[in-house]
Antibody, heavy 119, light 110 residues
Framework: QVQLVQSGAEVKKPGASVKVSCKASGYTITTFYMHWLRQAPGQRLECMGIIKPGVGSTKSAQKFQGRVTMTWDTSTNTVYMDLSSLTSEDTAMYYC????????????WGQGTLVTVSS | QSALTQPRSVSGSPGQSVTISCTGTSSDVGAYNYVSWYQQHPGMAPKLMIYDVSKRPSGVPDRFSGSKSGDTASLTISGLQADDEADYYCCSYAGSDTSLFGGGTKVTVL
């Protein structure tokens, strides 16, 4: 049974960084790509980037280039997303999601991690 | 790349059918048969309902169906039930490892 379990909620000050983890179970992370997405309150889902552990690469969306770092640890079957230089506009629910199907379509989602940026 | 366009809301009575449209361009929806649909109840993570335009994952009722014509994809919910009340998002592959989402449609069961 596939599960993606994310780390808990975070409260950060403007200018700080946040690191969110996503531990996969029921499969090996090198088998499929993994998306990172976010959803600000009342807003649409937004893709931040994609991790390809089996290939050894990542690709971030243009909007987040230079601010987002995506990594993985095969020993713990966990992927990570680090977002720096936070502003209030980064307050959102952050999701990891497995890309199983063609065109990187998502089948499973993590439960979400709420990141609040406030002074 | 712009996001995909969905109606903000649709509604129907129990047992009726509703259809949600998702309009993109010839570079995303029109170019690839990689359109997926997700159901999101308040406070919950999204759930996959349709992938590859019209395929249903195991466990999704056949009341949910997907289609595509040109640059517009559609999700139809037949035999509307109370539990279908949720937000629905479409997503399309747009090439170069890029995926675009729609703005979401709130389905209300009257």
């Amino acid at each position: 049974q596939v599960q993606l379990v994310q780390s808990g909620a975070e409260v950060k000050k403007p200018g700080a960084s946040v690191k969110v983890s996503c531990k996969a179970s029921g499969y090996t992370i090198t088998t499929f790509y993994m998306h990172w997405l976010r959803q600000a309150p009342g807003q649409r889902l937004e893709c931040m980037g994609i991790i390809k552990p089996g290939v050894g690469s990542t690709k971030s969306a243009q909007k987040f280039q230079g601010r987002v770092t995506m990594t993985w640890d095969t020993s713990t079957n966990t992927v990570y997303m680090d977002l720096s230089s936070l502003t209030s506009e980064d307050t959102a629910m952050y999701y990891c999601a497995r890309a199983r199907y063609g065109g990187n379509q998502i089948d499973y989602w993590g439960q979400g991690t709420l990141v609040t940026v406030s002074s | 790349q712009s996001a995909l366009t969905q109606p903000r809301s649709v509604s129907g009575s129990p047992g009726q059918s509703v259809t949600i449209s998702c309009t993109g361009t010839s570079s995303d929806v029109g170019a690839y048969n990689y359109v997926s649909w997700y159901q999101q109840h308040p406070g919950m993570a999204p759930k996959l309902m349709i992938y590859d335009v019209s395929k249903r994952p195991s466990g999704v009722p056949d009341r949910f169906s997907g289609s595509k014509s040109g640059d517009t994809a559609s999700l139809t919910i037949s035999g509307l039930q109370a539990d279908d009340e949720a937000d629905y998002y479409c997503c399309s592959y747009a090439g170069s490892d890029t995926s675009l989402f729609g703005g979401g449609t709130k389905v209300t069961v009257l």
